[in-house]
């Protein structure tokens, strides 16, 4: 069975940092893009940033040059580093993959039960 494992949420003041990783368990065959969302509470789940399996990177404008993405495709991890933060950037941060599992099989969409990031002072 296939899951995500987020790890690294909490709590920070403004302008501090946080590192969210994502690890891929179980038998796969290759991951392909691999991405992060948030979700604030009352609001719609939007997209965050994402790196394809060649390591090419796409960002939010609101994240842009104050969040990394990265990955490292040996441990099947994805990371989100997160720097200078600010308090709108608190949510539920949720790690996303589209994996084959099998040779002969599309991508299927892969999601993490969410990690909380509050930034307050």
């Known amino acids: 069975q296939v899951q995500l494992v987020e790890s690294g949420g909490g709590s920070v003041q403004p302008g501090g940092s946080l590192r969210l990783s994502c690890v891929v368990s179980?038998?796969?065959?290759?991951?392909?893009?691999m991405g992060w969302y948030r979700q604030a509470p009352g609001k719609q789940r939007e997209w965050v940033a994402n790196?394809?399996?060649?390591?090419?990177?796409n960002y939010a404008d609101s994240v842009k040059g104050r969040f990394t993405i990265s990955r490292d495709n040996a441990k099947k991890a994805v990371y989100l580093q997160m720097n200078s933060l600010k308090p709108e950037d608190t949510a539920v941060y949720y790690c996303?993959?589209?994996?084959?599992?099998?040779?002969?099989?599309?991508?299927?969409?892969?999601w993490g039960q969410g990690t909380q990031v509050t930034v307050s002072s």
């Open positions: 179980g038998s796969i065959f290759r991951i392909n893009t």
């Open positions: 996303n993959a589209d994996i084959r599992i099998f040779f002969f099989r599309p991508g299927d969409d892969y």
């Open positions: 790196i394809t399996s060649g390591g090419s990177t």
